[in-house]
């Protein structure tokens, strides 16, 4: 496997750029003659070596921002507008074929469902070896040898490559997945809910072999997933989401410890502790909304315990904290000509 300092950098790629910087993205579905707001307005970046964890409820556009980073969408979806650089080159708006020189060898993706995946009828180590044949260009035999050392590197003995999806348990059908995505050395993994379906046990030992390759190989990580605990254990920064924008940003510990959009709030109050009586867990009432038809304002706003009437109407300017946290929600001031302001760290749950 190829170091980070090793790997041959792309064409017009600009080493002092961030290794990823998203701005703005909006991507919508059509429904026959609705549309849905999927992904709307989301910005974020990612550095070298780090692991970003974005979380959020179901639907709220976390896997649909990370399709759209490379062109993964199914066919009655489209990103409208915003940018997508890697190492400072615009992804956004290339064709399908230009878009082929970043999967699996600077982007790469596990997916949820691994019997889902992957193909039953093909034997595991052909399916590894056929994106560094067609990415690579490396001859077949070299392939399936990687191909080898990739399993033994996620923790699958060599002498099992022949074996086809339907003969390996869960967790390893979902190490192979790791495998495959780590073929052609990208510079980005992202995991998509990779230990959905997966026993307690073996989730922990994903999770484990992630931070390890992360270690190792000096990726990067983007964890999607609804559970906190995994991204407090695993990830750096944490990005919260609710109905298809960014409600919450920043270092883990800082978000953890300090949050400050009533929507992280509520997340972090559901999660069963130890220390606390059940009966104290918060539970956010309603639903999500409809993203066919959006409220007008702070999408939060039907369900927020803090709720003025200016969140009903507008929607709530990104305000950023001194510990780099990052929050829309209106509880906070904006500045006058509409730049962020810097504001003080304060504890949850205060207002301005």
Not at 94 to 108: D, F, K, Q
Not at 122 to 145: F, H, K
Request: charged share 25%.
């Amino acid at each position: 496997m190829t170091a980070p300092a090793d790997r041959q950098l792309p064409k017009q790629a600009d080493p002092s750029a961030p290794l990823l910087e998203v701005q703005g993205l909006r991507t919508q579905f059509r429904l026959g003659s609705e549309v849905v707001h999927a992904v709307d307005g989301v910005s974020f970046r990612l550095e070298r070596g780090e692991s970003l964890g974005i979380a959020g409820e179901s639907g709220c556009g976390k896997t649909t921002t990370a399709l759209s980073l490379v062109g993964l969408l199914p066919a009655n979806a489209r990103v409208l507008e915003g940018s997508v650089r890697l190492y400072g080159i615009e992804l956004a708006g290339r064709s399908e074929i230009g878009l082929r020189r970043y999967r699996w060898r600077e982007i790469a993706i596990v997916f949820q469902g691994a019997m889902n995946a992957l193909n039953p009828v093909r034997r595991i180590r052909d399916q590894i070896a056929e994106p560094i044949v067609q990415r690579l260009q490396v001859d077949e035999g070299a392939a399936r040898r990687k191909a080898g050392d990739l399993l033994e590197l996620v923790g699958i003995p060599r002498a099992r490559d022949r074996a086809y999806p339907h003969e390996l348990s869960g967790g390893m059908r979902q190490r192979a997945m790791i495998a495959m995505a780590l073929a052609c050395d990208p510079a980005i993994l992202i995991g998509d809910e990779p230990t959905t379906a997966l026993d307690v046990m073996i989730q922990a030992q994903i999770l484990e072999l992630l931070e390890r390759l992360r270690s190792q190989l000096g990726l990067s990580l983007i964890l999607i997933t609804h559970d906190l605990a995994v991204i407090a254990e695993t990830c750096d920064r944490v990005m919260v989401m609710y109905a298809g924008r960014v409600a919450e940003e920043g270092r883990v510990a800082d978000v953890f410890a300090r949050p400050r959009h009533p929507y992280t709030q509520r997340l972090l109050g559901s999660i069963p502790n130890l220390r606390v009586d059940r009966r104290a867990l918060d539970i956010i009432p309603g639903s999500p909304p409809d993203l066919r038809d959006p409220p007008p304002g702070c999408r939060f706003a039907p369900r927020c315990p803090v709720v003025m009437e200016i969140c009903r109407t507008e929607i709530p300017p990104e305000v950023r904290f001194a510990d780099g946290v990052r929050v829309a929600c209106h509880q906070y001031p904006e500045s006058s000509d509409g730049r962020p302001v810097i504001l003080p760290t304060k504890e949850p749950g205060t207002s301005r």
